[in-house]
């Protein structure tokens, strides 16, 4: 199930990327971001009630706020970035680059999690930041 979510989510975001750069056209990249986040937020909350788990809401600790709160604050500084970027650049070179943020996660996840960093990982990385290089010189 999670490798369907996964590529949902990859779908999703494709077309985040193109909706987002004709959306953004005359309209500032900070003011068109506040409208997508505003949108996402209403969804997500939807999706609580709609679940009922809203509930669920008392029973988060303290570090998972935490933790939750800094990635929300990354998360912003990610999509304002991102919409800029959108803006100024061309959706083919601006996405590719973006999407550098799998191979900087992998990493992370590496020095951080101690997750596995096998020979697959570190041809993966590879292989994605040669195509980003050949996507976008």
Same mark, same amino acid.
């Given at each position: 199930?999670?490798?369907?979510?996964a590529?949902?989510?990859?779908?999703?975001?494709?077309?985040?990327?193109?909706?987002?750069k004709?959306?953004?056209?005359?309209v500032a990249?900070?003011?068109?971001?506040?409208i997508?986040?505003?949108?996402?937020?209403?969804?997500?909350?939807?999706?609580?009630f709609i #679940?009922?788990?809203?509930?669920g809401?008392?029973?988060? @600790?303290?570090k998972?706020?935490i933790?939750?709160i800094? @990635?929300?604050?990354? #998360?912003?500084?990610?999509w304002?970035?991102?919409?800029?970027a959108?803006?100024?650049?061309s959706? @083919?070179?601006?996405?590719p680059?973006?999407?550098?943020s799998?191979v900087i #996660?992998?990493v992370?996840?590496?020095?951080f999690l101690?997750e596995?960093?096998t020979?697959?990982?570190?041809i993966?990385?590879?292989?994605i930041?040669?195509?980003?290089?050949?996507?976008v010189?």
């Open positions: 199930m999670w490798f369907w979510l590529l949902g989510s990859a779908v999703f975001a494709a077309l985040t990327s193109i909706l987002a004709v959306g953004i056209e005359g990249s900070n003011l068109a971001t506040a997508r986040t505003m949108v996402v937020v209403v969804m997500a909350w939807a999706m609580v #679940t009922h788990q809203q509930s809401i008392r029973a988060i @600790s303290q998972s706020w933790f939750l800094l @990635s929300g604050l990354a #998360t912003g500084a990610s304002l970035c991102y919409y800029k959108l803006q100024m650049g959706a @083919s070179r601006v996405v680059i973006d999407k550098l799998v #996660t992998l992370l996840a590496f020095v101690h596995e960093f020979i697959k990982s570190v993966g990385c590879l292989l930041g040669a195509g980003t290089l050949l996507m010189l």
